[in-house]
């Protein structure tokens, strides 16, 4: 059976969920083979193989740390020439495209960027692709070389298939170029304790209903209770009441959640584009006719400041 590459995103070994996922969609197409550059692979082996991963290609070099992408580049080359994979599956974060990208150049390949879903064709992987702010659903087939594939985080639910996800050393020699960007300082940004804005399974987000950064205090705790992230409108951004890190939409992050909650938030098109492919939607607005019912699965009209507490009550007590 054809070898399929999965690229992992990891923190020092602890595998973060999007690559659990790619590991699910590529045994749709193959074997998953894991590709985990830096330190910790023998920690993350277990959980790899837990979801599929027959092979883990691992290397650690200082490098990875020490410079910007064109490093993992070289190690996802040499892996590529390894093993000649039917696909290479990249999650769809800014570093993860930024590494498809300039693999898919090296190897002269096609590639695609933000799937939402990966299926196996008889003429390679076909991919959807959610365009145009979720107006349209594109299904693409890469035509050229090896198929270099990023797809967005929460596109499909991790399943696990053990497997025996045996880590393998990946030789990896550098090229000129893997050097030319170095990092000079980090500075890790100040953890909420809530889940990534991208990868989170459930984001509650406000919007100007809002009507103060003090207010979101609301929002926050309803996050808290479902072990949510928070987004915020444009609207609520411009006002200065949530970081911009935080705008949903056009001209800040797009979320495909299992469950999204707008409050306060009136749906317009440039605040779709950014949660339109959520699985689950559910809007608190005191506006019955606010467009954003229009695409709701649950709609409550009501005052946020009662509904939202309200809800953060029944769900922290059904939590009990
Ligand atoms: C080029 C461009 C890019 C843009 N990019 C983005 C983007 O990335 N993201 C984005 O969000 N927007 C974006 N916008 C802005 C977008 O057009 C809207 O202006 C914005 O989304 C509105 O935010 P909002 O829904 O919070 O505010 P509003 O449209 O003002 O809606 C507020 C809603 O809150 C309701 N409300 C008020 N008080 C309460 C209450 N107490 N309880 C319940 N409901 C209440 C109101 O009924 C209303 O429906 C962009 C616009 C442009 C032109």
Redesign the pocket.
């Given at each position: 059976m054809a070898e399929v590459l999965v690229y992992v995103d990891h923190v020092d070994g602890t595998v973060r969920k999007p690559t659990l996922e790619l590991l699910t969609l590529a045994r749709r197409l193959g074997e998953p083979v894991a590709v985990h550059l830096g330190p910790g692979a023998e920690a993350a082996a277990p959980v790899l193989g837990e979801h599929g991963a027959v092979r883990v290609l691992a290397a650690d070099a200082p490098e990875f740390a020490d410079y910007l992408v064109a490093p993992k580049v070289d190690a996802l080359q040499a892996a590529v020439a390894a093993v000649e994979p039917a696909a290479v599956l990249v999650p769809s974060s800014a570093e993860g495209k930024e590494i498809a990208a300039r693999l898919a150049l090296r190897i002269e390949s096609g590639l695609i960027t933000d799937a939402v879903d990966v299926t196996a064709g008889d003429e390679g992987p076909v991919v959807t692709l959610s365009v145009f702010a979720a107006a349209y659903t594109t299904t693409s087939r890469v035509t050229t070389g090896t198929p270099v594939i990023t797809v967005k985080p929460n596109s499909v639910a991790p399943e696990a298939a053990q497997a025996a996800g045996t880590v393998e050393e990946l030789a990896v020699s550098f090229g000129p170029l893997a050097t030319g960007t170095k990092v000079v300082s980090r500075t890790p940004r100040e953890s909420t304790g809530r889940p990534e804005l991208t990868e989170a399974a459930i984001v509650v987000s406000?919007?100007?209903?809002?009507?103060g950064a003090e207010n979101f205090a609301v929002i926050e705790a309803l996050a808290d209770s479902l072990g949510a992230a928070v987004g915020?409108?444009?609207?609520?951004?411009d006002a200065g009441w949530y970081p911009h890190s935080h705008?949903?939409?056009?001209?800040?992050k797009t979320v495909s959640p299992q469950l999204y909650v707008?409050?306060?938030?009136?749906?317009?098109?440039?605040?779709r584009?950014?949660m339109q492919t959520s699985k689950t939607i559910v809007a608190?607005?005191?506006?019955a006719e606010?467009?954003?019912f229009e695409l709701v699965d649950f709609g409550v009209v009501?005052?946020?400041?009662d509904?939202v507490p309200a809800l953060t009550d029944e769900v922290t007590a059904r939590r009990g």
């Open positions: 406000g919007g100007r209903g809002v009507n915020a409108s444009r609207a609520a951004v705008q949903i939409g056009q001209t800040g707008a409050a306060g938030i009136s749906g317009a098109i440039q605040h584009a950014g608190v607005n005191k506006d606010a467009p954003i009501g005052d946020l400041f509904v």
